[in-house]
């Protein structure tokens, strides 16, 4: 596990500041020298706080944003009510009250272009953080009987493609409904499939 909790508040400006131009224009588009004038320094002055440049800054910025996803998303998933839709709403909550992420994104774009050592890092990282509990708390509504046998892989992969969908409507789709509101609609089309409400079973 990672403790990000003793970064210094210069180191948490660097890593915000990072994040956000990476989340905006995409590992390969930006630049050390788009970072250090953000943070109004010279580019000189940032290679001192990450001499392996930006493929070291992108990779401390994924760890620390996926480490504070797991603990938000489990602490989520710890106060539901022990069902399948209470624990649904509580990942969908945290997600959608989080900053966009698109998640999905920087796993097939952003770090492909990294090295294979720091590809493999980050997603099996990004498993442990995302993938892992979501696919639990399928497990174990499928070992309660609450739904049919599936790969709980599956669906948390599903899940969080549609969360990612949901706060990639709510940033660059004008109109769409708030982002609650369509993990609703995700939520009822997981529990209740897309039969009405009142259809009586085969």
């Known amino acids: 596990m990672n403790d990000f909790s003793t970064i210094s508040d210069s180191r948490h400006r660097l890593l915000d500041t990072a994040q956000a131009l990476f989340h905006e224009r995409g ?12 943070l109004g320094i010279r580019q ?24 504070q996803h797991r603990i938000g998303l489990q602490a989520a998933l710890d106060r539901a009510d ?14 959608t009250a989080q900053p966009p992420m698109n998640l999905l994104g920087m796993m097939h774009a952003d770090m492909p272009a990294l090295s294979p ?11 442990h953080c995302f993938f892992e509990p979501i696919a639990a ?25 549609l969360m990612d969908g949901v706060s990639y409507s709510s940033e660059h789709q004008p109109g769409t409904p708030p982002r609650r509101v369509m993990a609703e609609a995700i939520i009822s089309l ?6 009405p409400r009142d259809a009586k079973g085969d």
């Open 117 to 127: 050592e720091n590809n493999r890092r980050l997603t099996l990282y990004a498993t």
């Open 137 to 161: 708390m399928f497990a174990e509504a499928m070992a309660r009987g609450e739904i049919r046998l599936m790969q709980p892989d599956l669906l948390a992969g599903s899940f969080l493609a």
């Open 27 to 38: 590992y390969r588009a930006v630049t050390m020298q788009d970072i250090a004038r953000e």
């Open 44 to 67: 000189a002055s940032l290679y001192y706080h990450v001499p392996d440049g930006k493929e070291q800054l992108f990779v401390e910025m994924a760890m620390r944003n996926f480490e």
């Open 190 to 195: 997981i529990l209740d499939g897309l039969r």
């Open 82 to 95: 022990g069902d399948l839709a209470s624990a649904l709403r509580a990942a969908a909550g945290w997600f």
